[in-house]
């Protein structure tokens, strides 16, 4: 069993940098891929970023490619979300997610595949 608790959420404007934080609870965080996903008010559950176990291996959505980057703290049983140049339509809450991956490099995009969710971070951007 994983517990994720995310933090770091807020108001901002936009222009400025967040970071996102994940704490896992367990001794074997660092068996998991971690990601990022948000949703929207009225949108469905969006992926946006993974990282592999080992944390040699990151995918991104399209839409945040080049201004957000996923990293990982094994030591600390931790994942982040640096988020930089926010804009209004990343207004969402974000949620960590662990999946159970045979490979120690994978990375998955697909919900589906992940086992453990957090409750998740509301971000607002305004313009």
């Known amino acids: 069993q994983v517990q994720l608790v995310e933090s770091g959420g807020g108001l901002v404007q936009a222009g400025v940098s967040l970071r996102l934080s994940c704490a896992a609870s367990?001794?074997?965080?660092?068996?998991?891929?971690m990601g990022w996903f948000r949703q929207a008010p009225g949108k469905e559950r969006d992926f946006v970023a993974a990282?592999?176990?080992?944390?040699?291996?990151?995918y991104y959505a399209d839409s945040v490619k080049g201004r957000f980057t996923i990293s990982r703290d094994n030591a600390k049983n931790t994942v982040y979300l640096k988020m930089n140049s926010l804009q209004p339509e990343d207004t969402a809450v974000y949620y960590c997610?662990?999946?159970?991956?045979?490979?120690?490099?994978?990375?998955?995009?697909?919900?589906?595949?992940?086992?453990?969710w957090g409750q998740g971070t509301q971000v607002t951007v305004s313009s």
């Open positions: 997610a662990a999946a159970y991956l045979p490979m120690h490099n994978s990375v998955t995009y697909l919900p589906s595949a992940y086992d453990y």
């Open positions: 990282i592999s176990r080992n944390g040699g291996n990151t």
């Open positions: 367990g001794r074997t965080f660092d068996t998991y891929a």
